[in-house]
């Protein structure tokens, strides 16, 4: 692939504010895959969209978007659908996997033990570790990568996914440790981070994860932001 097939920009959105963000309880009667936006996740998405709009220039964008309800109905209220050349649903940028009817308390309590073992290996019954996550999303890339050397590539590319997924995206992609992994918090719903393409070919994100933990990012892992 020439380097100039490469997209300008890469925007990766978490989906707008869902049900399971007010009420954990939902997951023990809504499947995870299925839990809906709430009127303001709706709301969120249609601002976050108006904002890309200016972020993509009018320009066409290809389309990669979690298979979860929630996923999807961002999608739909970004409003830039006259924008979208091709969307493909990606089961790969699913959400972490935690259970199937989940128990409430069980979840809870797993939380605190992943908190105390860490994210990115702590496994939750029947479900992923922030790790299988993170293998799923690096064999997505090697699928992103090969769709950029086709001949009619936008400049621009858009992920819909979640929280941890855009996380290990973007860990995936700027080789972070898993120390610095573990520093970063979720986006808010409907919140970007965008790759931004420079003249040496390279990307760079337009803004860093907010941090929950203290500690010093490697100059490699600071260079990842403008």
């Known amino acids: 692939m020439h380097l100039s097939q490469r997209p300008l920009r890469i925007a990766l959105v978490r989906h707008g504010e869902s049900e399971a963000n007010l009420d954990k309880s939902i997951f023990e009667r809504v499947p995870d895959h299925a839990i809906a936006l709430t009127a303001h996740g709706v709301q969120q998405s249609a601002e976050t969209g108006r904002r890309l709009r200016e972020v993509f220039e009018n320009e066409p964008v290809r389309v990669y978007v979690s298979p979860y309800l929630r996923a999807l109905q961002t999608l739909g209220a970004l409003g830039i659908d006259d924008l979208i050349g091709s969307t493909r649903e990606e089961p790969r940028l699913r959400e972490q996997d935690w259970a199937n009817y989940q128990d409430t308390e069980d979840i809870e309590q797993q ?11 702590y496994r939750f019954t029947h479900g992923e570790s922030g790790s299988d996550v993170y293998d799923r999303v690096s064999s997505f890339l090697e699928t992103m990568h090969r769709d950029f050397e086709a001949p009619d590539s936008p400049r ?5 996914s979640h929280g941890l997924t855009m996380r290990l995206f973007c860990m995936r992609w700027f080789h972070w440790s898993v120390r610095f992994f573990e520093t970063l918090r979720n986006p808010d719903n409907a919140e970007t981070r965008v790759l931004l393409r420079q003249p040496d070919f390279r990307y760079k994100l337009d803004r860093p994860f907010e941090q929950w933990t203290e500690y010093e990012p490697t100059e490699r892992e600071r260079s990842a932001w403008l």
């Open 156 to 160: 621009n590319v858009l992920l819909i």
């Open 111 to 121: 939380k605190k033990l992943r908190d105390s073992y860490g994210h990115f290996f």
